[in-house]
């Protein structure tokens, strides 16, 4: 399901739970609703509540960290094809052909990346270069240096394809990569319970379930944002797939 699905269920099963209160409520005597068993309640309620905000507190920084990493990656892959592309104009005009090459590389490992770690891709078990990439590798390597500095342009060409090429292994490796779907159960069921406990002794109001609807979707808006960290090529918060597509200029200078 799509960050949005999984939230909308989240919300629904949250604020579900301040009407399962309600109703547990108008069916106990009120002996069993007295001061003693409020005070259980309360305290059973406090160590769900931290427990749960520690959960919230590593899912969120393992989602921001997710996140910050792969766009990381992005940017250091769009410096190396700049480089690269650098390397090969200095070396001189005999590598026009190779950077017309790269130009159409980057554009499909643009597209691979960004549908690889699309929520709805099917996962392939295995990496299968392209034939571009591995043309790419096999000009710069058949390139014939005539000169000292062609020979270190050469070693420098190849040094920026095998670190593009392991950013792009990694981007791989991780796509797909998700919050576990058991510690969102577990999140969820336990602000279910947190809400059904605080409604079991609220005032049976309009007001105060509108209070809880608001409290239910702000704690909502912390789980989508996490799902929407999680997924850093797709969704609202997406990394942007134009600074690579346009890290090169489409005419060869």
């Given at each position: 399901?799509?960050?949005?699905?999984?939230?909308?269920?989240?919300?629904?099963?949250?604020?579900?739970?301040?009407?399962?209160?309600?109703?547990?409520?108008?069916?106990?005597?009120?002996?069993?609703?007295?001061g003693?068993?409020?005070?259980?309640?309360?305290?059973?309620?406090?160590?769900?509540?931290?427990?749960?905000?520690?959960?919230?507190?590593?899912?969120?920084?393992?989602?921001?960290?997710?996140?910050?990493?792969?766009?990381?990656?992005?940017?250091?892959?769009?410096?190396?094809?700049?480089?690269?592309?650098?390397?090969?104009?200095?070396?001189?005009p005999?590598?026009?052909?190779?950077?017309?090459?790269?130009?159409?590389?980057?554009?499909?490992?643009?597209?691979?990346?960004?549908?690889?770690?699309?929520?709805?891709?099917?996962?392939?078990?295995?990496?299968?270069?392209?034939?571009?990439?591995?043309?790419?590798?096999?000009?710069?390597?058949?390139?014939?240096?005539?000169?000292?500095?062609?020979?270190?342009?050469?070693?420098?060409?190849?040094?920026?394809?095998?670190?593009?090429?392991?950013?792009?292994?990694?981007?791989?490796?991780t796509?797909g990569?998700?919050?576990?779907?058991?510690?969102?159960?577990?999140?969820?069921?336990?602000?279910?319970?947190?809400?059904?406990?605080?409604?079991?002794?609220?005032?049976?109001?309009?007001?105060?379930?509108?209070v809880?609807?608001?409290?239910?979707?702000?704690?909502?808006?912390?789980?989508?944002?996490?799902?929407?960290?999680?997924?850093?090529?797709?969704?609202?918060?997406?990394?942007?797939?134009?600074?690579?597509?346009?890290?090169?200029?489409?005419?060869?200078?």
């Amino acid at each position: 399901m799509s960050p949005l699905q999984t939230s909308l269920v989240a919300f629904t099963s949250i604020f579900g739970g301040t009407f399962l209160g309600i109703f547990v409520r108008r069916r106990l005597p009120d002996r069993h609703l007295s001061g003693e068993t409020r005070d259980i309640v309360r305290q059973g309620t406090g160590l769900i509540a931290t427990l749960a905000s520690l959960v919230l507190g590593l899912l969120i920084a393992s989602a921001s960290g997710k996140f910050e990493t792969e766009s990381s990656q992005v940017e250091q892959l769009t410096a190396n094809v700049v480089l690269l592309d650098g390397i090969l104009k200095l070396y001189g005009p005999e590598t026009d052909g190779t950077r017309a090459l790269l130009r159409r590389e980057v554009a499909l490992m643009a597209d691979r990346i960004w549908r690889e770690n699309d929520s709805g891709h099917r996962r392939t078990q295995t990496f299968v270069p392209t034939d571009l990439g591995i043309s790419l590798y096999n000009e710069v390597l058949k390139l014939s240096p005539k000169t000292e500095a062609q020979r270190f342009l050469q070693a420098k060409a190849m040094d920026a394809i095998t670190d593009a090429g392991k950013i792009r292994l990694l981007l791989f490796t991780t796509a797909g990569g998700s919050i576990p779907i058991p510690f969102l159960i577990v999140l969820i069921g336990w602000l279910t319970l947190i809400f059904a406990s605080i409604s079991l002794f609220a005032e049976s109001s309009t007001r105060a379930v509108a209070v809880l609807c608001i409290f239910s979707l702000a704690a909502t808006a912390a789980i989508f944002l996490i799902l929407e960290l999680s997924q850093p090529f797709t969704g609202l918060m997406r990394i942007s797939d134009q600074p690579l597509r346009n890290a090169l200029p489409a005419a060869i200078t």
